[in-house]
C-alpha cells in the first residue's frame, strides 16, 4: 500500500474512534484490531471435471481492491488478506475518482502477464442506476455527478480488449454498491464472456 493509502487509512481509523468514544464507559483504551477475521484453508476434497479451471500457479494472477467507502474500509483489509492468502498479487487503493478509477484499470489490463490464471477487481463504493461514484478528493467527499458504468468496467476486460492474457480465464468482479434509482426493476446485458458477481448492500 502507498503512503498516500496508508495516510487515508490511518485517518479513517481515528474517525471510527471518535465514534466509539460515546459508548466508551471504562474510560479505557479503544483498539481496532487490523487482524482478518477469515481465514482460508484449504480445500477437504480436490474438485476435478471438466467444467473446472486450473488456478495452481505460484501466483495466480492481479486483484485489484478499490474501496472508496469509508464506513466499511475494514472489508477491504480483510479480503486484501483474503486473496492474498489465495496467491493473488493484490493492490489495495482508496478513494479514487472515476478518472483515476478507469486509468487504473487500463493499467492493470496492460501489465496482466500471459501466465495468470485469473483476474479479480473488487470495487467498494456509493452507487447510482448501475454505476459507481467517484471520489473527489478536493471536496473530500463522494461526488455524485462522477459515475463510472459497472458494464464499461466489465467489458474493459473482455476477451477482444485482454488479447490472449485473460482468454478463455477466469475474471471475477465483486461490485459492493448500493444500486439506487426511481426504477428499482433495472436490468441491463452482461456481455456473454464475462462472469457477474453482484454483491449489492
Given at each position: ?8 487509512e ?20 479503544i ?6 477475521v ?9 474438485m476435478?471435471g ?9 501466483v495466480r494472477?492481479k ?6 467507502h469509508?464506513k466499511?474500509?475494514?472489508e477491504?483489509l480483510?479480503?486484501e488478506?483474503?486473496?492474498q492468502?489465495l496467491?493473488?498479487e ?6 479514487l ?47 455524485w ?6 458494464l ?23 461490485f459492493?454498491c ?5 426504477d428499482r ?10 462472469y ?6
Amino acid at each position: 500500500m502507498r503512503e498516500n493509502d496508508r495516510n487515508i487509512e490511518s485517518l479513517w481509523t481515528n474517525r471510527s474512534l471518535k465514534k466509539l468514544e460515546p459508548f466508551n464507559k471504562s474510560g479505557g483504551l479503544i483498539k481496532l484490531s487490523y487482524e482478518p477475521v477469515i481465514t482460508v484453508t484449504q480445500s477437504i476434497q480436490e474438485m476435478k471435471g471438466t467444467e473446472i479451471y486450473e488456478i495452481n500457479r505460484s501466483v495466480r494472477g492481479k486483484c485489484l481492491i478499490i474501496n472508496n467507502h469509508e464506513k466499511i474500509f475494514m472489508e477491504s483489509l480483510r479480503f486484501e488478506s483474503i486473496f492474498q492468502q489465495l496467491h493473488f498479487e493484490v493492490e489495495l487503493k482508496m478513494q479514487l475518482s472515476t478518472d483515476q478509477i478507469r486509468d487504473r484499470l487500463i493499467d492493470l489490463r496492460k501489465n496482466i502477464h500471459s501466465k495468470s490464471d485469473a483476474l479479480v477487481v473488487m470495487i467498494i463504493s456509493h452507487g447510482k442506476e448501475e454505476s459507481i461514484i467517484g471520489f473527489n478528493k478536493t471536496l473530500n467527499k463522494d461526488d455524485w455527478n462522477d459515475r463510472m458504468p459497472i458494464l464499461e468496467i466489465v467489458d474493459m476486460f473482455s476477451d477482444e480488449k485482454c488479447g490472449k492474457a485473460l482468454n478463455g480465464k477466469p475474471k471475477l468482479f465483486f461490485f459492493t454498491c448500493c444500486r439506487e434509482s426511481n426504477d428499482r426493476m433495472i436490468s441491463f446485458l452482461i456481455p456473454s464472456y464475462v462472469y457477474y458477481l453482484d454483491l449489492n448492500t
